[in-house]
C-alpha cells in the first residue's frame, strides 16, 4: 500500500446516509454546545460551520444556538437530502457539496465548527492537515467540536493497516467496509491537537455496546480551541 491518500467513493457514503440517516443531534454534542456556546444572544450574527453535515441534524442544532447555518458535505445526496428534509428552515443556509481540504473560507469565519463522524476517515498527516485548514478559518475565540473513534473498539484491526492505527476497513467490518478508518486515543488527539494550533479544553468518552453486546463502539468527543501565542 503506498502513502498516497485513499479515495473513498461518494457511493460509500451516499449508501450509509440512506440506510442510516440520523434525524437527532448527538446529546453529548448538545451538552457540549450548551457549556460552550449557551449564550444565544451572543450567537447571532456569528457564523457556524458543519463539516460533514450528513442528513443536516448539527445544522439544525447551529440555528438552534442562534447561528447564521453554513455546511458542507462530500456528497451531493447528503446535501439534496437536507435541503429536502429540513425545509423550510433550510432555505436560509449556506449548504455546499465540497471536501473539507479543497473549500477555503476568509480567516477567522466561523465562531463554531463541527466536524463529527469525519475527521477519523483520513490518515494522521492528512488528519493535522483538516485541523490546520480548520484552524485558519476559526475566530480566535472559536471552538471546534469533533470527535474520534477511539482504540478499543471492535473494528480496529478488521481490514488492511496503511499505517499505525489506521485500517481500510474489510467485510468483517459489516455496514463498514471499504471505509479508511484512523483509530486514535487521548493521548494522540492532544498530540495532532497540538500540532495544528489547537488545545484540548474538554474530553470525553463515549462507549456504546450494540447489537446484543457483540459491538463494541468508543469515541473520544472533545471542544478544541486555538492556542494562543
Not at 442544532?61 to 462530500?74: A, R, T
Not at 463498514?176 to 493521548?187: A, K, S, V, W
Request: with cysteine; glycine share 10%; proline share 3%.
Amino acid at each position: 500500500m503506498t502513502t498516497d491518500t485513499v479515495q473513498l467513493p461518494q457511493s460509500i457514503f451516499a449508501g450509509h446516509l440512506r440506510a442510516h440517516r440520523l434525524a437527532y443531534p448527538d446529546d453529548r454534542l448538545v451538552a457540549m454546545f450548551a457549556r460552550h456556546r449557551g449564550d444565544l444572544q451572543a450567537n447571532r450574527g456569528r457564523k457556524g460551520l458543519d463539516i460533514g453535515c450528513g442528513g443536516g441534524r448539527h445544522l439544525a442544532l447551529l440555528e438552534d444556538f442562534g447561528f447564521d447555518v453554513c455546511g458542507i458535505d462530500y456528497t451531493p445526496e447528503a446535501i439534496e437530502t437536507t435541503r429536502d428534509a429540513l425545509q423550510p428552515r433550510s432555505a436560509g443556509w449556506d449548504l455546499q457539496v465540497a471536501e473539507m481540504s479543497r473549500v477555503s473560507w476568509p480567516a477567522r469565519t466561523f465562531s463554531v465548527v463541527v466536524a463529527w463522524g469525519v475527521l477519523f476517515l483520513k490518515r494522521r498527516a492528512e488528519v493535522i492537515a483538516d485541523l490546520k485548514h480548520i484552524r485558519a478559518s476559526l475566530a480566535d475565540d472559536g471552538v471546534l467540536f469533533a470527535n474520534f473513534r477511539g482504540t478499543q473498539n471492535w473494528l480496529y484491526g478488521l481490514g488492511l493497516e496503511v499505517e499505525p492505527g489506521v485500517f481500510q476497513l474489510d467485510e468483517r467490518a459489516k455496514e463498514y467496509n471499504g471505509l479508511l478508518y484512523n483509530f486514535i486515543d487521548m493521548p494522540g488527539i492532544e498530540e495532532i491537537a497540538a500540532e495544528a494550533g489547537f488545545e484540548v479544553v474538554e474530553r470525553e468518552r463515549i462507549d456504546l455496546w450494540k447489537r446484543e453486546l457483540s459491538e463494541h463502539h468508543t469515541w473520544w468527543a472533545v471542544a478544541l480551541k486555538p492556542r494562543r501565542g
